[in-house]
């Protein structure tokens, strides 16, 4: 599975943007699928993630209520739509395909389930 995140750019406190994640490959629409983030100095920490029929979704204490995580399998698209943002936001965003077909709701946010990596793409929320 190839992956191919865009949509990262610079807005100011308050603002909105929305992350597309573009999946390609073997059976790609069929893989849970996440986001998550990684901050200067920081680890790479979890955001949101959607099982594959969509039905279920996992957020970040920390962006829940302000962000959107939703796909298009027809299109093999996973979006981020981030509301509200704050200078704490600011990040390289990473999305990410589940290693396996079959992933518990428990371990949603968990970077050990996802083998497969975009190359991220550059938010930055100025005050």
């Known amino acids: 599975v190839q992956l191919q995140a865009s949509g990262g750019g610079s807005v100011q406190t308050g603002d909105s943007l929305t992350l597309s994640c573009t999946a390609s490959?073997?059976?790609?629409?069929?893989?849970?699928m996440g986001w998550f983030r990684q901050a200067p100095g920081n680890e790479r920490d979890f955001v949101a993630a959607?099982?594959?029929?969509?039905?279920?979704?996992l957020y970040a204490d920390s962006v829940k209520g302000r962000f959107t995580i939703s796909r298009d399998n027809a299109g093999n698209t996973v979006y981020l739509q981030m509301n509200s943002l704050n200078p704490e936001d600011t990040a390289v965003y990473y999305c990410?395909?589940?290693?396996?077909?079959?992933?518990?709701?428990?371990?949603?946010?968990?970077?050990?389930?996802?083998?497969?990596w975009g190359q991220g793409t550059q938010v930055t929320v100025s005050s």
């Open positions: 490959g073997r059976a790609s629409v069929s893989y849970t």
């Open positions: 959607i099982t594959w029929t969509g039905r279920s979704t």
């Open positions: 990410a395909a589940a290693s396996s077909l079959g992933v518990n709701y428990s371990d949603l946010g968990l970077k050990e389930e996802y083998g497969y």
